[in-house]
Nanobody
Framework: QVRLVESGGGLVQDGGSLRLSCVVSGRTFSIYATSWFRQAPGKEREFVAAISWTGGSTYYANSVKGRFTISRDDAENMVYLRMNRMKPEDTAVYYC????????????????????WGQGTQVTVSL
């Protein structure tokens, strides 16, 4: 089992910044990649960013590329999502997820490829 706990959500103004944190515990040796997804009301869960558990390669959705940065602290088993120049359309519940099987560019954006999920943290960007 892998356990994920997110924190850091909140209310931020248009153009502001926020950093989300995800504590990863349990059988971390089984993880292939960890990712952030988000889900806005009435919309499907969408991929935001991913980082490989070994090697640290990163991948981003086009909508956040250049504004968001995913990173990892190996010593603390933490995954972060730094969000800059935020927009109202970034408003959503943000989820940390971990997958234990190898992924390709198509599968890493698919929520069904991920075995473990956190409880989510609300992010609201106001005008």
């Amino acid at each position: 089992q892998v356990r994920l706990v997110e924190s850091g959500g909140g209310l931020v103004q248009d153009g502001g910044s926020l950093r989300l944190s995800c504590v990863v515990s349990g059988r971390t040796f089984s993880i292939y990649a960890t990712s952030w997804f988000r889900q806005a009301p009435g919309k499907e869960r969408e991929f935001v960013a991913a980082i490989s558990w070994t090697g640290g390669s990163t991948y981003y959705a086009n909508s956040v590329k250049g504004r968001f940065t995913i990173s990892r602290d190996d010593a603390e088993n933490m995954v972060y999502l730094r969000m800059n120049r935020m927009k109202p359309e970034d408003t959503a519940v943000y989820y940390c997820a971990a997958g234990t099987t190898a992924m390709n560019p198509l599968s890493r954006v698919d929520p069904s490829e991920y075995n473990y999920w956190g409880q989510g943290t609300q992010v609201t960007v106001s005008l």
